[in-house]
């Protein structure tokens, strides 16, 4: 084992972690990350598809850079499943280490392993959100997968006369309704709690994010201002600053880590 694994295991064995996690936490799964070479961002312009405004815009001016997003977006989902990362997660969460998990993921990934407590601070794509009454409604990834689909079919085929056209619809009002994601530029969901829990865990354990997204990107600062100790897991650069980094995939480190901790919790 080696020394970076073998420090993280005995601050994890100690409980109090509070884990966040970023793209890299799915990248496994089949979802591309952002900010990777060959990610999302590299192929469409964030300040174009990474805003509702950008995405209302393209689909009644662009509607075939939409359509071609849409379809890598519901590829990514649809295939996606729950690795050995996240299910390492949900085991430390069931043995008591682990407080909660709050991810930047959009993915449900966390919550099909079977970790409980999870807060989504840029909220879901498995919720839809009525964008005339408000109403939220729970998805499954089927359903965004047939939503999706049905925007990209709408998109090539048709005259759109407007980015309502192609939403799916509330099933109480029947108004338009968007995926519940956090676009860049709107405001984060349940960041208070996400910051409370960061000052009082004992170790914020970091996976597969860049640091790069704020205010995210600020909870390992807090809890190490808080007197926690900070542990990262990525594949490639981070900008989080860590008492202890380890290199590689999330899928290979977690279950190590997990094993590894609950030996050292015995
Ligand atoms: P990012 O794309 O900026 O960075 C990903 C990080 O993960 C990098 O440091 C990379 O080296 C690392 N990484 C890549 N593959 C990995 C692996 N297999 N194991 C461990 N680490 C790995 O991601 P970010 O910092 O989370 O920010 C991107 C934003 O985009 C987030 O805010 C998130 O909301 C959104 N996003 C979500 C999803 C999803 O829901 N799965 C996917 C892409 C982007």
Same mark, same amino acid.
């Given at each position: 084992?080696? +020394?970076?694994?073998?420090? +993280?295991?005995?601050?994890?064995?100690?409980?109090?972690?509070?884990?966040? =996690?970023?793209?890299?936490?799915?990248?496994?799964?089949?979802?591309?990350?952002?900010?990777?070479?060959? &990610?999302?961002? $590299?192929?469409?312009?964030?300040?174009?598809? *990474?805003?509702?405004?950008?995405?209302?815009?393209?689909?009644?001016?662009?509607? $075939? $850079?939409?359509?071609?997003?849409?379809?890598?977006?519901?590829?990514?989902?649809?295939?996606?499943?729950?690795?050995?990362? @996240?299910?390492?997660?949900?085991?430390?969460?069931?043995? &008591?280490?682990?407080?909660?998990?709050? =991810?930047?993921?959009?993915?449900?990934?966390?919550?099909?392993?079977?970790?409980?407590?999870?807060?989504?601070?840029?909220?879901?794509?498995?919720? @839809?959100?009525?964008?005339?009454?408000?109403? =939220?409604?729970?998805?499954?990834?089927?359903?965004?997968?047939? %939503? /999706?689909?049905? +925007?990209?079919?709408?998109?090539?085929?048709?005259?759109?006369?407007?980015?309502?056209?192609?939403?799916?619809?509330?099933?109480?009002? &029947?108004?338009?309704?968007?995926?519940?994601?956090? +676009?860049? &530029?709107?405001?984060?969901?349940?960041?208070?709690?996400?910051?409370?829990?960061?000052?009082?865990?004992?170790?914020? /354990?970091?996976? %597969? =994010?860049? *640091?790069?997204?704020?205010?995210?990107?600020?909870?390992?600062?807090?809890?190490?201002?808080?007197?926690?100790?900070?542990?990262?897991?990525?594949? %490639?650069?981070?900008?989080?600053?860590? $008492?202890?980094?380890?290199?590689?995939?999330?899928?290979?480190?977690?279950?190590?880590?997990?094993?590894?901790?609950?030996?050292?919790?015995?």
């Amino acid at each position: 084992m080696s +020394a970076g694994l073998h420090e +993280a295991a005995r601050l994890v064995s100690g409980g109090g972690v509070l884990v966040l =996690t970023g793209a890299g936490m799915s990248e496994e799964a089949g979802i591309p990350t952002f900010r990777d070479p060959g &990610g999302l961002w $590299d192929r469409f312009d964030p300040s174009e598809f *990474g805003t509702w405004q950008g995405l209302a815009g393209l689909a009644t001016r662009r509607p $075939d $850079d939409l359509a071609e997003f849409l379809a890598a977006l519901r590829r990514a989902l649809a295939g996606a499943r729950p690795g050995p990362g @996240h299910v390492a997660l949900a085991r430390l969460e069931e043995a &008591g280490l682990v407080e909660a998990v709050v =991810t930047q993921n959009v993915d449900g990934l966390h919550q099909e392993a079977r970790s409980r407590r999870v807060i989504e601070i840029h909220g879901s794509f498995l919720r @839809h959100r009525c964008l005339r009454c408000g109403r =939220t409604d729970t998805v499954t990834r089927d359903e965004v997968c047939e %939503g /999706l689909e049905r +925007a990209v079919v709408g998109l090539r085929q048709a005259f759109v006369p407007s980015f309502e056209s192609i939403l799916p619809r509330c099933s109480w009002c &029947g108004g338009p309704a968007r995926p519940d994601f956090v +676009a860049f &530029g709107e405001t984060l969901r349940d960041f208070e709690e996400a910051e409370r829990l960061a000052t009082e865990c004992r170790v914020l /354990l970091a996976v %597969g =994010t860049s *640091g790069e997204v704020f205010p995210a990107a600020s909870l390992p600062e807090t809890a190490r201002s808080a007197g926690a100790r900070v542990v990262v897991i990525a594949a %490639g650069p981070t900008a989080v600053a860590a $008492d202890v980094v380890i290199q590689g995939k999330a899928g290979e480190v977690l279950p190590r880590l997990a094993e590894a901790s609950l030996a050292a919790k015995d």
